[in-house]
């Protein structure tokens, strides 16, 4: 069943801690992207990917980081310079330049 | 890319067609009209896209004007699970990292 995964669904955050959210994708997608959504807004774009071993920073990249180590997966770490770090986090992916699709999210919570 | 205006919100009745409308007065010759969906709490949903001429596939269909000026998008037997944000957006197909810039979109409830 293909598709894109992401997880946890839910994750929470203490101050000045790094968390990773996980996107594994079996699309055999080249382009992978990270967008964070805050209450009743848009998507907004952190980083996307496309090509492996290779990241580019998008719109709000400021206090997050990236890995693509393989295709599959593109892993996003929110570190402890993010000062507003709750939101929801959505993972897509597409051929270069084609229609995105997207996975479930996952929704991160500041204690 | 080019900004879209949609309505706000919107009510339909469930087993009517849904008819959402878009308007892209900017839109460039080579960007493509896309529409998604987010039922809430959960990820955007693909639904269709067209650069001219109309289009339909299992979920819904995209009427273009002539002009391309303006979409619309028809869900032809609404149901309650179709209730969402709509967003339209307009993009260049086939440009390298090219991001979805997602408006405020049309928030449509389906009643029964």
């Known amino acids: 069943d293909g598709g894109i995964t992401q997880s946890p669904k839910y994750l929470f955050r203490k101050e000045g801690q790094n968390v990773t959210l996980s996107c594994e994708q079996n699309l055999n997608h080249d382009a992978m992207y990270w967008y964070r959504q805050d209450p009743g807004q848009g998507l907004r774009l952190i980083y996307y990917s496309q090509i492996v071993n290779d990241f580019q920073k998008g719109d709000i990249a400021e206090g997050y980081s990236v890995s693509r180590e393989k295709k599959e997966s593109f892993p996003l770490t929110v570190t402890s310079a993010q000062k507003n770090p709750t939101a929801f986090y959505l993972c897509?992916?597409?051929?270069?330049?084609?229609?995105?699709?997207f996975g479930p999210g996952t929704r991160l919570l500041v204690l | 890319d080019a900004k879209t205006t949609q309505p706000p919100s919107m009510d339909c009745a469930e087993g009517r067609a849904a008819n959402l409308p878009c308007n892209h007065s900017?839109?460039?010759?080579?960007?493509?009209v896309y529409w998604y969906r987010q039922i809430h709490s959960q990820g955007p949903q693909y639904i269709i896209h067209g650069l001219k001429n109309n289009e339909t596939n299992e979920m819904a269909s995209l009427i273009i004007t002539e002009d391309r000026k303006s979409s619309t998008l028809i869900l032809p037997h609404a149901t309650l699970r179709d209730t969402a944000v709509y967003y339209c957006i307009v993009r260049v197909w086939g440009a390298a990292g090219n991001k979805l810039t997602f408006g405020g979109g049309t928030r449509v409830l389906v009643k029964p």
């Open positions: 900017t839109i460039s010759g080579n960007e493509y």
């Open positions: 897509a992916s597409s051929s270069p330049g084609e229609t995105q699709y």
